[in-house]
């Protein structure tokens, strides 16, 4: 009759360890950095594992021509943002075994 309780209560166990294991991934997350560059190194972005744009570095050789700094600036910014929506993939493919857990990149900071 109570045989399920041990059932209920590896669920609950599971679901903590989920927990805790998510909270150290958004610390792991946070301290990653990923760059990207355009336009030969003439702009440079830094996001974090969770996608938050860190940091942007321009040439001021680039400055000249404001449509092109534009364009390198956000292409800076997708390639990095990519490099790591790549990584928080690999990271949560560790985690949970490979099984896709719809919601569980937004749960950790992401898109």
Same mark, same amino acid.
Not at 31 to 40: E, I, L
Not at 57 to 72: H, Q, Y
Not at 85 to 93: A, D, I, L
């Given at each position: 009759m109570f045989g399920?309780? !041990?059932?209920i209560k590896d669920l609950l166990k599971?679901?903590?360890d #989920? +927990? !805790?294991?998510l909270a150290k991934m958004q610390e792991q997350l946070a301290a990653k950095r990923? *760059?990207?560059v355009a336009g030969g190194d003439m702009v440079r972005a830094t996001v974090d594992g969770r996608c +938050? #744009? #860190?940091e942007v570095k321009i040439d001021p050789r680039a400055v000249s021509d &404001?449509? #092109?700094l534009e364009d390198l600036v956000k292409a800076a910014i997708n390639a990095a943002t990519a490099k790591a929506q790549e990584g928080m993939k690999e990271e949560m493919s560790t985690l949970t075994g !490979? &099984? *896709?857990i719809g919601g569980l990149g937004r749960m950790l900071g992401g898109s």
């Amino acid at each position: 009759m109570f045989g399920s309780l !041990g059932n209920i209560k590896d669920l609950l166990k599971t679901a903590r360890d #989920l +927990q !805790g294991n998510l909270a150290k991934m958004q610390e792991q997350l946070a301290a990653k950095r990923y *760059d990207a560059v355009a336009g030969g190194d003439m702009v440079r972005a830094t996001v974090d594992g969770r996608c +938050q #744009l #860190l940091e942007v570095k321009i040439d001021p050789r680039a400055v000249s021509d &404001v449509e #092109l700094l534009e364009d390198l600036v956000k292409a800076a910014i997708n390639a990095a943002t990519a490099k790591a929506q790549e990584g928080m993939k690999e990271e949560m493919s560790t985690l949970t075994g !490979g &099984v *896709d857990i719809g919601g569980l990149g937004r749960m950790l900071g992401g898109s």
